[in-house]
């Protein structure tokens, strides 16, 4: 499937080619912290086919928890998170941000990972009262 997205400001844009299926929520801690969020849904991709199309990214390294070095790719100018990828033979393996493609609604998750560190209250969140945007 062909998408296209962008950072929270614009500036860095892109295109790439995924695969459905690959998307994935992860629940562990680390996540959290960089989304600020409870979970971080990501769309696993080979780095050949996303184009960046404009803009400049800054990277952050850091440790993940199974102990690999991860680079986390974001705007230098809002600071929106872009994706993430491995050192060395993991360099390709990119994780990009769901929440940045344009067609998102027609991405559901199709699995979740570190689901131990889940917020407990994850599985209520339906029966939440909810209500629509004015």
Known sequence: ??????????????????????????????????????????????????????????????????GAKRAQAFCETCGGPVFSRGEGEAANDWALRWGLIDQRAALPPKRQIWCEAAAPWINALEMLPGEARE
């Open 1 to 66: 499937m062909d998408v296209t997205g962008s950072c929270f400001c614009g500036n860095v844009r892109f295109a790439a080619s995924i695969d459905p299926e690959a998307v994935v929520v992860c629940h562990c801690e680390q996540c959290q912290r960089l989304s600020g969020s409870p979970y971080r849904v990501s769309v696993l991709v080979a780095r050949e086919d996303v184009e960046i199309l404009s803009g400049v990214l800054r990277e952050y390294w850091k440790m993940a928890e199974s």
